[in-house]
């Protein structure tokens, strides 16, 4: 699987930062050498801005690393302004958002809770239209685009090298009608099948689960080289965090182990959805 964009990015940004972090400096020092602003070095390292290749030859310089390195870096460099395919939708996936689905196209586990709704891998054409109608406000055509990435980014998990995914989905989230009974008997269709999937995992928080992590729906992302650590993501209406700290990951790693203890078996929460879509065709 070749790496999107969005993770050379953020490799690039890894790797400045560790030249930065070894030679004991801070960003500020870093500009004031090279005659750019502090905040110029600190855009380099959090992925929000883009580097040229000249940025990267003044770098290596000052850090005095080897050639292999420089040329390695400037590679990130060039390979991180592709557009991914996802980017070439325009305002049917908000900026914001294009920095997840890169993510989300390199991660190798994921983890999802959802509260409220079906995760979008596993959702209908419909019951994502349906959604993406009822939100922010969208223009027809960009609503159209929304959904065609959805249903696109939903191929990595039937991939031969898919991600290790495993989804906790609360039982509201199966019970709330979204369009209508058609819709949602297709889409808990829909979530069986998934179920059986080689690399995924499903499992159902029911009603009566007992005391569990309060926590609203979140993402954790893991990615296989050792240098790109976990990170979790939250969203919402027009913006999304992106918590990497050590901390962060151990806590909602913490938290996810618990709504997993809490949660229906892979093995049971099937029944449960069946009992649920036999409702709905009635």
Same mark, same amino acid.
């Given at each position: ?18 030249? @930065? ?6 960003? !500020?020092?870093?500009?004031? $050498?090279?005659?750019? #602003?502090?905040?110029?070095?600190? @855009?380099?390292?959090?992925? #929000?801005?883009? +580097? ?11 850090? /005095?690393? #080897? ?7 400037? #590679?990130?460099?060039?390979? $991180? ?11 049917? =996936? ?39 109608? !009822?939100? !922010?406000?969208?223009?027809?055509? /960009?609503? $159209? ?23 906790? +989905?609360?039982?509201? $989230?199966?019970?709330? =009608?979204?369009?209508?009974?058609? +819709? ?6 829909? +979530? ?46 027009? /913006? ?30 099937? @029944? ?11």
């Amino acid at each position: 699987m070749a790496e999107s964009p969005t993770a050379r990015r953020r490799r690039l940004s890894i790797e400045l930062k560790k030249l @930065r972090e070894g030679s004991s400096l801070t960003c !500020a020092q870093v500009g004031e $050498a090279l005659d750019w #602003s502090g905040s110029k070095v600190n @855009r380099m390292e959090t992925g #929000s801005g883009r +580097v040229q290749s000249s940025d990267i030859d003044a770098l290596c310089r000052f850090y /005095d690393t #080897s050639d292999e390195l420089r040329e390695f870096l400037k #590679s990130l460099a060039r390979q $991180a302004k592709v557009r991914g395919w996802w980017q070439v939708h325009g305002t049917g =996936v908000p900026e914001w958002f294009n920095v997840y689905v890169g993510l989300e196209q390199d991660a190798t586990t994921l983890r999802q809770y959802q509260c409220e709704v079906i995760p979008g891998l596993l959702q209908t054409e419909s019951y994502a239209g349906e959604l993406h109608t !009822a939100g !922010a406000h969208m223009r027809t055509e /960009d609503i $159209a685009r929304a959904v065609h990435v959805r249903m696109e980014r939903q191929t990595i998990l039937a991939r031969p090298d898919a991600p290790d995914a495993w989804f906790i +989905v609360g039982e509201g $989230a199966l019970r709330h =009608v979204i369009g209508d009974r058609a +819709v949602m008997r297709d889409q808990l269709e829909r +979530v069986l099948r998934c179920a059986e999937l080689p690399r995924v995992t499903l499992q159902v928080l029911p009603f009566d689960s007992g005391t569990y992590p309060v926590t609203g729906s979140f993402t954790m992302l893991g990615f296989p080289a050792p240098e790109d650590p976990d990170i979790v993501y939250r969203d919402g209406i027009t /913006d999304a965090v992106y918590l990497e700290g050590e901390h962060h990951v151990r806590e909602y790693t913490r938290a996810f182990d618990g709504l997993r203890a809490a949660a229906l078996s892979p093995q049971r929460s099937p @029944r449960l959805i069946e009992s649920i879509l036999e409702e709905y065709s009635r």
